[in-house]
C-alpha cells in the first residue's frame, strides 16, 4: 500500500493483542501513523513490522507498562509534546470474573489502576493539546458490564462504569471545541482477556461472543457516525437511546431542597 496522506497520528494503548491490535490495523488502512503502547515487547515489535510493511504508514512502538508510574509519566509527555497526534484510543486494561469474597484486592487495585487511573491521566495528557489544536478524538474502550456490574467482577464492572461515566464529561466539556469523544462498549468479544481472568472466552456460549474484528469495524462505524456510545452487541439502537433519554430526564431532577415525601421527615421539620 502506498504511503498516501497522513491524517496524523493514532496512539494505541494496549496495542499488542485483541482489541487494541485490531484498532491498529483498522486505523492504518485509514491513513493514520501509528503509536502503538504495549507492555509486551515481542508482540508489540512484530506487530510494528508487520503494519509498517502492510500499510506504508509511519509506526513506532513504545514499551511501557501503564501501572508504572515512569512509563505512564513517558506516554503523557508524547501526548503533550508529540504535535502529530489526532487520536487516542484508550484500550489498554484488564478483566476480572472472580466474585469479591473470592477476589485479591491487591489484584483489584491494578485493575483499578489501569482500567480507570491510566486512562484519566492518558486523557488529561492529550485533552488540552487536541483543544489547542482545535482537533482530535479520543476514544475510551468501555465495556457493557459498566451498565450491567452484576454480570462479571463488580470491580471491573465499576471500572468500565466510571469509563462511559467521564467519557460523557469529556463530550459536555469538549464537544463544542472541536474534539470528538466516543465511548465503546464491546460484549463478551473473542479475546485473551478472558483467559487471563479466569474463563477462557471458548467456555463461554457461542451465540454470545463476538469476533474481535467485527467489534472494532462496528466501532468505527460507529465513530464515523457521531456516536458517543457505541455497543456493537446492542441489535436495537433505540433501546440505548430510551436508556440515555430516561437517565438524562431523571437527572433534571435530582436538584430539591426538600427530601421526598416517601422518606416522611416532612412532619417533623414542621413541628
Same mark, same amino acid.
Given at each position: 500500500?502506498?504511503?498516501?496522506?497522513?491524517? !496524523?497520528?493514532? *496512539?494505541?494503548?494496549?496495542? $499488542?493483542?485483541?482489541? =487494541?491490535?485490531? #484498532?491498529?490495523?483498522?486505523?492504518?488502512?485509514?491513513?493514520?501513523? *501509528?503509536i502503538?503502547?504495549?507492555?509486551? @515487547?515481542?508482540?508489540?515489535?512484530?506487530?510494528?513490522?508487520?503494519?509498517?510493511?502492510?500499510?506504508?504508514?509511519?509506526?513506532?512502538?513504545?514499551v511501557?507498562?501503564?501501572?508504572? /508510574?515512569?512509563d505512564?509519566?513517558?506516554?503523557? /509527555?508524547?501526548?503533550?509534546?508529540?504535535? $502529530?497526534?489526532? &487520536?487516542?484510543?484508550?484500550?489498554?486494561?484488564?478483566?476480572?470474573?472472580?466474585? *469479591?469474597?473470592?477476589?485479591d484486592i @491487591?489484584?483489584m487495585? +491494578?485493575?483499578?489502576?489501569?482500567? $480507570?487511573?491510566?486512562?484519566?491521566?492518558? %486523557? #488529561?495528557?492529550?485533552a488540552?493539546?487536541?483543544?489547542?489544536?482545535? &482537533?482530535? %478524538?479520543?476514544?475510551?474502550?468501555?465495556s457493557?458490564? =459498566?451498565?450491567?456490574?452484576?454480570?462479571?467482577?463488580g470491580? #471491573?464492572?465499576a471500572?468500565?462504569?466510571?469509563?462511559?461515566?467521564? /467519557?460523557?464529561?469529556?463530550q459536555h466539556?469538549?464537544?463544542?471545541?472541536?474534539?470528538?469523544v466516543?465511548?465503546?462498549?464491546?460484549?463478551?468479544?473473542? %479475546?485473551? &482477556?478472558?483467559?487471563?481472568?479466569?474463563?477462557?472466552?471458548?467456555?463461554?456460549?457461542?451465540?454470545?461472543v463476538?469476533?474481535?474484528?467485527d &467489534?472494532?469495524d462496528?466501532?468505527?462505524v460507529?465513530?464515523?457516525? =457521531?456516536?458517543?456510545?457505541?455497543?456493537?452487541?446492542?441489535?436495537? !439502537?433505540? +433501546?440505548?437511546?430510551?436508556? +440515555?433519554?430516561?437517565?438524562?430526564?431523571?437527572?433534571?431532577?435530582? =436538584?430539591?431542597?426538600?427530601?421526598?415525601?416517601?422518606?416522611?421527615?416532612?412532619?417533623?421539620?414542621s413541628?
Amino acid at each position: 500500500m502506498s504511503n498516501s496522506t497522513s491524517k !496524523g497520528t493514532a *496512539l494505541v494503548t494496549g496495542a $499488542s493483542r485483541g482489541i =487494541g491490535a485490531v #484498532y491498529a490495523d483498522r486505523l492504518a488502512k485509514r491513513g493514520y501513523d *501509528l503509536i502503538l503502547v504495549a507492555r509486551s @515487547e515481542a508482540p508489540l515489535k512484530a506487530l510494528t513490522a508487520s503494519l509498517a510493511s502492510a500499510s506504508g504508514r509511519h509506526i513506532t512502538a513504545i514499551v511501557a507498562d501503564l501501572n508504572d /508510574t515512569i512509563d505512564l509519566a513517558n506516554v503523557e /509527555t508524547k501526548l503533550r509534546e508529540d504535535s $502529530s497526534i489526532t &487520536m487516542l484510543v484508550n484500550n489498554a486494561g484488564i478483566g476480572a470474573v472472580v466474585p *469479591l469474597l473470592n477476589g485479591d484486592i @491487591e489484584k483489584m487495585e +491494578e485493575m483499578i489502576a489501569l482500567n $480507570s487511573i491510566a486512562l484519566t491521566r492518558l %486523557t #488529561y495528557a492529550a485533552a488540552p493539546a487536541f483543544v489547542k489544536r482545535g &482537533m482530535g %478524538t479520543i476514544i475510551n474502550i468501555s465495556s457493557v458490564v =459498566g451498565i450491567s456490574p452484576e454480570t462479571l467482577n463488580g470491580v #471491573y464492572g465499576a471500572t468500565k462504569a466510571y469509563v462511559l461515566a467521564f /467519557t460523557h464529561s469529556l463530550q459536555h466539556e469538549l464537544a463544542d471545541k472541536g474534539i470528538r469523544v466516543q465511548a465503546v462498549l464491546p460484549g463478551a468479544t473473542a %479475546t485473551d &482477556m478472558w483467559e487471563i481472568a479466569g474463563l477462557p472466552w471458548q467456555k463461554l456460549p457461542p451465540s454470545i461472543v463476538m469476533p474481535v474484528e467485527d &467489534m472494532v469495524d462496528a466501532a468505527l462505524v460507529g465513530l464515523d457516525q =457521531g456516536e458517543l456510545v457505541t455497543i456493537p452487541s446492542l441489535h436495537d !439502537g433505540d +433501546e440505548w437511546t430510551r436508556f +440515555e433519554a430516561a437517565r438524562r430526564a431523571i437527572s433534571q431532577r435530582f =436538584g430539591n431542597s426538600v427530601p421526598a415525601s416517601r422518606y416522611r421527615i416532612q412532619a417533623r421539620r414542621s413541628a
